[in-house]
């Protein structure tokens, strides 16, 4: 009965959704009005995400929060940087990161923002000391994937510790660890192929 009530419902009007474009059985069948914060299912669920990602990540640490990418950064952010700050320019998402810095040195936590294009990272010069470089790996806006060893070489020649906004980078680049702090969401769909139609 139920199977025939959602192939009614699926075939009066095609729905236009990010998410699955119609109601199957299997999605009505996996409904579970108590599941929420608590109760033993989701912590179930929860810790082996938390441990997947953790060793994913080969980071000793995580801190989950609901809300978008954006989010992540901003509470990534004002919770470490301080100094001065590198930002690597890779266009559209670097330049969130630099906005979020312009504010921290509005409220005078951070001392200085500098800006490297990713191209010229291999012969960048400043007689500044850097306390952060924060880059943006991957550039969906661009399809632009600047490998992590790369930055990373950038903060060893500065002595400085590297912050990553992962947030389509994850898991695509093997080399997350190598981030002193790092941000990511699922709103890229963790694991899945960054900006493809689902």
């Known amino acids: 009965m139920l199977k025939k009530f ?31 914060r608590g109760d033993s299912e989701y912590q179930r669920d929860h810790k082996f995400v938390l441990n997947k990602l953790k060793k994913m990540s080969r980071h000793k640490f995580i801190a989950c929060l609901q809300g978008s990418g954006s989010l992540a950064i901003e509470l990534m952010t004002y919770n470490f940087l301080s100094g001065n700050v590198l930002i690597v320019n890779t266009g559209y998402y670097s330049d969130r990161v630099k906005n979020i810095c312009i504010n921290l040195k509005k409220i005078k936590r951070i001392e200085q923002i500098f800006l490297v294009d990713w191209k010229k990272l291999d012969n960048y010069k400043l007689n500044k000391k850097i306390n952060w470089i924060i880059a943006c790996p991957t550039e969906t806006s661009i399809g632009l994937h600047v490998p992590i060893k790369k930055i990373k070489k950038l903060s060893l020649k500065f002595k400085s510790k590297l912050m990553l906004d992962a947030t389509a980078s994850f898991p695509l680049d093997d080399n997350h660890h190598l981030a002193d702090v790092l941000s990511y969401s699922s709103c890229k769909g963790l694991c899945g192929l960054t900006g493809a139609l689902r």
């Open 6 to 36: 959602i192939q009614l419902k699926n075939s009066k009007k095609i729905l236009f959704t990010p998410g699955p474009t119609s109601l199957s059985l299997e999605n009505i069948k996996g409904l579970i009005p108590c599941f929420g």
